[in-house]
C-alpha cells in the first residue's frame, strides 16, 4: 500500500515556520543546542553537546528534514504530536532529521 499526503508551499513553509521559530528556547535541554539563528535568512547554528560539533542548518536542509520525518511519522517510526500542538520535542527531531537524517537524541 502506498499513501501520498500533499501539501502547498504555503502549508509546508507554515510548518517549517511553526518548527523553527520555537529555536533556541526549544534546545535548552537538548544534546543540540542553538547556538546562532537567523530567522529572516532562515539559518540555524547548533552545537552538538554530545560530539561538540557544530551544525548548520538553512532552509534547503530543514525542508528536507521535514520531509523525511514527516514520512517517519507517518509509518510509524517516530511519534509525532499534532501540528497546532508541536513541542520542544517534535522541533528538536524536525532539527536532527535536518542534520542527521534521522532521529538520534530522542
Given at each position: 500500500?502506498?499513501?501520498?499526503?500533499?501539501?502547498?508551499?504555503e502549508?509546508f513553509?507554515?510548518?517549517?515556520?511553526?518548527?523553527?521559530e520555537?529555536?533556541?528556547?526549544?534546545?535548552g535541554c537538548?544534546?543540540l543546542?542553538?547556538?546562532?539563528w537567523?530567522?529572516?535568512a532562515?539559518?540555524?547554528?547548533f552545537?552538538?553537546?554530545?560530539?561538540?560539533?557544530?551544525?548548520?542548518v538553512?532552509?534547503?536542509?530543514?525542508?528536507e528534514?521535514l520531509?523525511?520525518?514527516?514520512?517517519d511519522?507517518?509509518?510509524?517510526?517516530?511519534?509525532?504530536?499534532s501540528?497546532?500542538d508541536?513541542?520542544a520535542?517534535?522541533?528538536?527531531?524536525?532539527?536532527?532529521?535536518?542534520?542527521?537524517g534521522?532521529?538520534?537524541?530522542?
Open positions: 500500500m502506498s499513501v501520498t499526503i500533499e501539501f502547498t508551499d502549508e513553509d507554515g510548518m517549517l515556520t511553526a518548527l523553527y520555537n529555536l533556541p528556547e526549544a534546545s537538548s544534546a543546542r542553538c547556538v546562532d537567523s530567522y529572516t532562515f539559518k540555524f547554528v552545537l552538538d553537546e554530545e560530539t561538540g560539533k557544530e551544525h548548520r538553512n532552509k534547503e536542509q530543514a525542508v528534514g520531509r523525511k520525518m514527516l514520512h511519522a507517518a509509518i510509524g517510526k517516530i511519534k509525532m504530536y501540528r497546532d508541536w513541542d520535542d517534535t522541533t528538536m527531531c524536525a532539527v536532527q532529521y535536518a542534520i542527521f534521522e532521529e538520534i537524541y530522542g
